[in-house]
């Protein structure tokens, strides 16, 4: 069992930054695949970045590619999500994903993952 316990997020002005962060019990991040996926209101739930399981590589969405980081620091078992140059489009609720099967070609479906941070609020206003 994997408890995901998010924080960070909040208001920002657009053009700022926010770190959100996702702290993992239970399990660590090693050989997992760990991602971060936002839902804005009334839409679906949608793929921001991932770290992938084995090699460390990471990937994103071309919408937060260049402007948001995901890492990962296994000593702290702590996964973030360093958002930049936020617009206002970016406004969601966040949540980080924890899967320990997850395939390369699956790492944008979040029927892939197993466990869920309990999501966190970015406001961007313009």
């Known amino acids: 069992q994997v408890q995901l316990e998010q924080s960070g997020g909040g208001l920002v002005q657009a053009g700022g930054s926010l770190r959100l962060s996702c702290a993992a019990s239970?399990?660590?991040?090693?050989?997992?695949?760990v991602a971060w996926f936002r839902q804005p209101p009334g839409k679906e739930r949608s793929f921001v970045a991932a770290?992938?399981?084995?090699?460390?590589?990471?990937y994103y969405d071309d919408t937060v590619k260049g402007r948001f980081i995901i890492s990962t620091d296994n000593a702290k078992n702590t996964a973030f999500l360093q958002m930049n140059s936020l617009k206002s489009e970016d406004t969601a609720v966040y949540y980080c994903a924890y899967g320990q099967r997850v395939i390369q070609s699956s790492l944008g479906r979040p029927t892939a993952y197993d466990y869920w941070g309990q999501g966190t609020q970015v406001i961007v206003s313009s």
């Open positions: 239970g399990r660590t991040f090693r050989n997992a695949a």
């Open positions: 770290i992938a399981r084995t090699g460390g590589y990471t």
